[in-house]
């Protein structure tokens, strides 16, 4: 059969395949973009609601716990509602969440905002990657994984940029304001351009398993968030933490009991699956981290504007955006494994420096220097999820996907605490004392600048153990693209309603 041919939905009928992921894509760089687009708006915001720094921070940190306790639930819901329904319901929510946010009166009502926003990007994150590995065929996959990547690696980088210009330039709402015509265009295309690709059954949903999960996930994100904010020793830190690892262990166990598991965890039965999905947290723990620090290291030790060091940032995520469609097409060639071990050996070349810059490292080399590595992250992130994928039989690939992204925003999460807590740690440790402040100013500010570069470097080196350890786990990595030897592609399309 040539997968070439008229692509067909799960009742047989013809639709157009690009015009549908055109939207899906749309769709997904306006729900992404979100995440990190409020990342330089936070003084405008405390400013505009009169409040302190540690509670604007829950526009971030209550959006990624929201998020990540969505995400266990995709895996139920894309098989229980129909493509097209769940897809406008996920691009509704999120509308709802954005306009509440672009006219919000109070922070209570902005803060409700961004939970109602997070609530449709748990949703259709996952959804789309079920939708592109459902209407591509495994051989295939790697080039429409690598769009999908060009979003995913694009949207959270352009974030901090286009916040420091529209806060430069216009209202803090605008943030929101200019999202809400995009998002409404997405939802009346889904309407004509968007099928129903993902077959449907009705299963059973354990209430229990839920609960656990929600409070297990959301317990775990909301501690690790709190790290840079109170420190690994704060009672709720350390008690969030476990608790949440407690009750993530208790959902693993009660789901090998269930008949049908609210989130199935046999995915971790592939080698190839938990080995991507581990890469893919290492390079999410690399990549986060180091975009945070980064534009820290710039904004206090060279002086930059917010909207400057975001600006730093861009050449590397378009670099990687640029990428990301080639690596697919790579991979879909050569398979995962010499693109990974490639991959991560840049992501080492290119953070190694980072542990010895200076006061005076010229901003080119941090941009360049930056590029780099995204140019190598580009050849792991998608190749190695992709090849995960496609080792798993169809009937577990929404699951898979709900676990790979699971654990991916917990890998963020613990990644940008330990980051965050090194780096203030290393600093206060070496800071001058206060006393040497009012003898000689000029020697403190050099020892404080010292110090801080101290901690910097301290961060940078966490940043290479982790891009070192993947790069180790690479050589693991099976040759070829991971497609299920058990299922024949064809098969699996003409079986879902994939593609004719």
Not at 319 to 328: E, H, L, N, V
Not at 366 to 393: D, E, H, K, Q, W
Request: overall charge neutral; some cysteine.
């Amino acid at each position: 059969m040539n997968h070439d041919e008229q692509a067909v939905d799960i009742t047989g009928k013809a639709y157009n395949r690009g015009l549908m992921v055109l939207v899906l894509l749309i769709g997904a760089f306006c729900t992404i973009l979100n995440q990190t687009i409020l990342s330089t708006a936070f003084p405008a915001l405390m400013n505009a609601f009169n409040i302190s720094t540690s509670t604007v921070q829950w526009l971030t940190t209550g959006f990624l716990m929201v998020n990540g306790i969505m995400i266990p639930v995709s895996a139920y819901l894309s098989s229980r509602f129909n493509t097209k329904l769940l897809f406008i319901l996920a691009m509704s929510i999120f509308e709802v969440g954005t306009v509440l946010s672009w006219l919000a009166p109070s922070f209570a009502v902005l803060l409700t905002g961004r939970l109602i926003q997070a609530v449709g990007v748990g949703i259709n994150m996952p959804l789309m990657q079920n939708i592109m590995l459902t209407i591509y065929p495994p051989e295939k996959r790697g080039a429409a994984m690598g769009v999908n990547g060009l979003v995913i690696g694009l949207a959270p980088a352009i974030g901090p940029t286009l916040s420091g210009w529209v806060i430069d330039n216009f209202s803090w709402r605008w943030l929101f304001g200019m999202i809400v015509p995009i998002t409404a265009v997405v939802i009346l295309a889904s309407f004509f351009f968007v099928k129903n690709v993902i077959p449907n059954r009705n299963p059973h949903l354990d209430w229990l398993s839920v609960i656990i999960s929600t409070l297990g996930f959301g317990s775990m994100l909301y501690g690790f968030s709190s790290v840079g904010d109170k420190g690994w020793t704060d009672p709720v830190v350390i008690s969030t933490i476990i608790i949440g690892a407690i009750l993530v262990a208790i959902l693993v166990w009660r789901q090998g009991k269930l008949d049908e598991p609210f989130l199935e965890f046999k995915v971790f039965e592939s080698a190839e699956f938990t080995l991507a999905t581990i890469l893919s947290s290492i390079v999410m723990m690399a990549m986060v981290g180091v975009e945070l620090v980064i534009p820290l290291y710039l904004q206090i030790i060279h002086g930059m504007s917010a909207f400057h060091s975001g600006l730093t940032l861009l050449f590397g995520a378009i670099f990687m955006g640029f990428m990301s469609p080639i690596t697919g097409n790579l991979f879909d060639r050569y398979g995962a494994k010499r693109l990974a071990v490639t991959g991560m050996f840049i992501l080492c070349v290119g953070t190694l420096p980072f542990a010895f810059i200076t006061r005076d490292t010229p901003t080119i080399y941090i941009v360049f220097l930056y590029a780099v590595r995204m140019f190598g992250i580009s050849m792991v992130m998608m190749p190695v999820t992709t090849a995960g994928m496609n080792s798993l039989p169809y009937q577990l690939i929404s699951h898979g996907t709900a676990v790979n992204n699971t654990i991916r925003q917990v890998a963020t999460s613990v990644g940008t605490a330990i980051m965050i807590s090194v780096l203030t740690n290393i600093t206060n440790s070496n800071r001058p004392h206060h006393a040497l402040l009012a003898q000689s100013p000029l020697q403190y500010k050099a020892k404080m600048f010292d110090a801080t570069l101290m901690g910097y470097h301290a961060a940078f080196w966490f940043a290479i153990a982790f891009a070192v350890i993947g790069l180790i786990l690479t050589f693991f990595v099976t040759s070829g693209n991971g497609i299920h030897p058990r299922i024949d592609s064809e098969d699996i399309i003409n079986d879902k309603g994939g593609v004719n």
